[in-house]
């Protein structure tokens, strides 16, 4: 049996695609999530062979993290599967500093794949293979070069959703004058003169 964890946002989402997966004689869904905190502790608890996440739902950083043989949340962690991130295709951008860094253990497909992908996708993941959206790929290796650093992405994608400064420390795990710097460097890149114009300027130009 492939051991499933479901880290995603909305419940009617994550139940209508808990019940496709356990209907799978090979599939068993394990638990569910819809926060980060949430989803590493399932990972700890449950140990699944693969976690279907979300990619709005973590950073790029900690898509590595998670990935990794032993997560950043301490050397008891222990392996945490592999993951299948659910990728919005005007997102793709986030893909790029993943892609980079050559993370294992990672597979891609469009947010809005047929619930039959994304079956076959768990069943690949576990079996080893590569499942990767070409047309993800093609979308991240298109954006034009951005004078953003990974991490000022980041911050900026979190800002987008609305959040306060103080809440986009918490979600970075980093300090909110941390936070405030890395938004004054964004926006003077950018030549924005708000938060606002700044998100505005980088979605158009596909940075985040």
């Known amino acids: 049996m492939v051991r ?8 009617l989402v994550r139940g209508a ?3 496709l997966l356990d209907a799978e004689d090979d599939i068993d869904v394990v638990g569910e999530a819809d926060t980060p905190d949430e989803l590493r502790s399932a ?3 449950e140990r699944p062979d693969v976690t279907v996440v979300d990619g709005d739902l973590v950073t790029a950083d900690q898509l590595c993290d998670l990935a990794s043989d032993r997560p950043a949340d301490g050397p008891d962690g222990g392996p945490t599967g592999r993951l299948l991130v659910l990728v ?6 986030r893909l790029g500093p993943v892609l980079a860094e050559h993370c294992r253990r990672i597979g891609f497909l469009s947010h809005d794949v047929a619930p039959g992908r994304i079956v076959e996708g768990v069943r690949q993941l576990a079996d080893g293979q590569v499942v990767l959206d070409p047309h993800l790929v093609v979308a991240a290796l298109e954006v034009a ?3 953003l650093t990974p991490r000022e992405r980041e911050v900026l994608d979190v800002a987008a959703e609305g959040h306060p400064v103080r809440d ?3 979600r970075l795990v980093l300090s909110a004058g941390t936070v405030r710097n890395h938004l004054s ?3 003077a890149k950018t030549g924005a003169r708000t938060r606002l114009e700044a998100v505005r300027i980088a979605r158009e130009s596909g940075w985040i």
């Open 145 to 147: 070069d951005s004078p």
């Open 88 to 93: 919005q295709q005007r997102r793709a951008a």
């Open 185 to 187: 460097r964004i926006m």
């Open 43 to 45: 990972l700890r608890a």
């Open 4 to 11: 499933t964890l479901l880290a995603l946002k909305g419940a």
């Open 168 to 170: 986009i420390a918490e």
């Open 17 to 19: 695609l808990a019940q």
